[in-house]
């Protein structure tokens, strides 16, 4: 896994997920400069510690920082990061008792909090947000913009498709596929692939609803 980014990073989103971040960056070293969003107006003139500083825009005005976006859901994280669009530097933010003896690699922009556990031969792409105590097992892709709530499991051999987000403690089968922009509930047990754009939930888990995904 390449080594989290150590020099200035700004926060992109003033959120829960932000607060969560703030002390495991510092923990891990690195300069936090500040929180940026649109919002700032309305807003604190601190989140979490951190001063809040302006704009998405603004970044430009701190030149040699990379941007770790902490926004929760993850349509809307691949949003901000469309419309920020190519030549952005990204950080990397992962906690000090995240497990990936193998070395896996975790694509720019991810954040990995506590108790993350990767195993062998996984792969993790860029700007996936994975909460505490998730478990990524052998040969797991997850892809860009996905998310992994609280203690989400995957069996060995799971793909997770571009910006989905599987709920706390769901649980995937070995081999299942979750498609792109899915969403997967709370608690569910997935024991068969789930198609692009659609929301399942239960035990085992099945089809609630549809919605179209953006190419």
Same mark, same amino acid.
């Given at each position: ?68 976006? $902490? /926004? ?6 691949? &949003?901000?990061?469309?419309? @920020? !669009?190519? #030549? %952005?530097?990204? =950080? +990397? ?46 040969? $797991? /892709? ?6 992994? &709530?609280?203690?989400?499991? @995957? !069996?060995? #051999? %799971?793909?997770? =498709? +571009? ?53």
């Amino acid at each position: 896994m390449a080594a989290s980014w150590g020099g200035p990073l700004l926060l992109v989103g003033a959120s829960g997920l932000a607060r969560e971040v703030l002390p495991v960056a510092a923990e891990a070293g690195h300069d936090v400069l500040g929180v940026l969003d649109d919002r700032h107006a309305d807003l604190p003139p601190t989140i979490g510690g951190a001063p809040v500083l302006g704009p998405v825009t603004s970044a430009a005005e701190h030149p040699g920082a990379r941007l770790l976006l $902490c /926004v929760g859901p993850s349509r809307t994280r691949g &949003a901000v990061h469309e419309r @920020l !669009g190519a #030549g %952005v530097a990204y =950080g +990397r933010v992962v906690d000090p008792s995240v497990r990936n003896p193998a070395g896996c690699p975790v694509g720019e922009g991810s954040i990995l909090l506590a108790g993350v556990t990767i195993t062998a031969d996984a792969t993790v792409g860029a700007h996936v947000v994975a909460m505490p105590n998730v478990t990524i097992t052998h040969d $797991c /892709v997850v892809e860009d913009l996905a998310t992994l &709530a609280a203690g989400v499991s @995957l !069996g060995g #051999g %799971v793909r997770v =498709g +571009r910006a989905a987000y599987l709920g706390m403690n769901a649980a995937v089968h070995p081999g299942v596929r979750i498609g792109a922009g899915a969403v997967v509930g709370m608690g569910a047990v997935v024991l068969s692939d789930v198609p692009d754009g659609e929301t399942w939930a239960g035990v085992p888990a099945r089809r609630l609803a549809r919605q179209e995904v953006a190419s």
